[in-house]
């Protein structure tokens, strides 16, 4: 084993003197205001390249695909990138560096392992299985916020009903109701800060609608901008008016749950046939790369 990492030890150690040597005499042959100058421009240019990278990764499809999921565990598309980029690395070091080095040769099946294992942990791949999930917890998120936003439409039913005033104050109503949310939690929050902001209610209403993104958002957001104006019994009698369209959507929900589950019970047995015909490709690549070996050597 030290015989054959001594050859690469022997390059590793002339590359760090190499780069010694040149420090000292970039250090002997400029002065403290040039290395300060230098100093100065290099970290510049990094800011200006990590603020870079950073736009391209907002603007990316990965950064959408994790936006509409709702970032789980946190991970964004840098994140994201960074966790990738390091099992890459990882792989090749030890599936075709490590073998070239200490055994002078590599296996093609280890090549197409490494490509396989990066197609399916990539989320724009359509069928990789950070996809399936991200779809999965995408559809969970909105039919938790769904469900939630069909709390929020019957609690304002209720305290509507239970109120003496003939006018209606809908920031205090929603300020009082929010607490008891924890997906659209967020939203009433922005929704609120907005209100009194310059955008006014109305565009924060709007705003409020378009990043709930469902139609049963967009009716409750039309009636709610008229509170301020309309009596008691008229946006009682709104409200009201939106139940079927609101008791289609909780039927809906319950179907994404139920089809989530589903989805989740049926894995196993697609993976397993998955893994089936993987092992046969395998199999077929393996038997053709021995059969020309073979015959390269015959000849």
Do not use: C
């Amino acid at each position: 084993m030290l015989f054959k990492v001594l050859p690469y030890l022997i390059y590793i150690v002339a590359v760090v003197f190499a780069l010694v040597s040149g420090v000292l005499v970039y250090s002997g042959l400029s002065s403290r205001k040039e290395r300060l100058q230098f100093r100065l421009r290099f970290k510049q240019a990094i800011q200006e390249q990590q603020s870079q990278m950073k736009e391209k990764a907002v603007e990316s499809k990965v950064e959408t695909v994790f936006r509409e999921a709702g970032y789980p565990l946190g991970i964004t598309a840098i994140r994201w990138m960074v966790l990738k980029n390091s099992l890459l690395i990882l792989l090749i070091l030890n599936y075709l560096v490590y073998p070239i080095m200490f055994k002078g040769d590599y296996s093609l099946i280890s090549i197409l392992m490494i490509f396989f294992v990066m197609a399916a942990i990539s989320p724009t791949f359509p069928f990789s299985i950070t996809r399936f999930f991200l779809n999965r917890w995408t559809e969970y998120k909105k039919a938790k916020r769904n469900a939630e936003l069909f709390s929020l439409y019957d609690m304002l039913i209720s305290e509507i009903q239970m109120m003496n005033t003939t006018r209606i104050n809908v920031y205090n109503l929603l300020k009082g109701l929010t607490p008891y949310f924890s997906e659209i939690k967020k939203d009433l929050n922005k929704l609120l800060i907005n209100w009194n902001s310059d955008q006014g209610p109305s565009l924060a209403l709007d705003q409020f609608a378009s990043e709930l993104d469902t139609n049963e958002a967009k009716s409750l957001v039309t009636i709610l901008k008229t509170f301020d104006e309309n009596q008691r019994e008229t946006i009682l009698t709104s409200l009201k008016g939106m139940e079927d369209t609101f008791i289609n959507s909780q039927i809906e929900n319950y179907r994404r749950r139920r089809k989530l589950f589903l989805d989740l019970g049926k894995l196993p047995i697609k993976t397993t046939h998955f893994l089936i015909l993987l092992n046969f490709v395998v199999v077929i690549v393996y038997m053709v790369s021995f059969i020309m070996s073979e015959s390269r050597f015959s000849l």
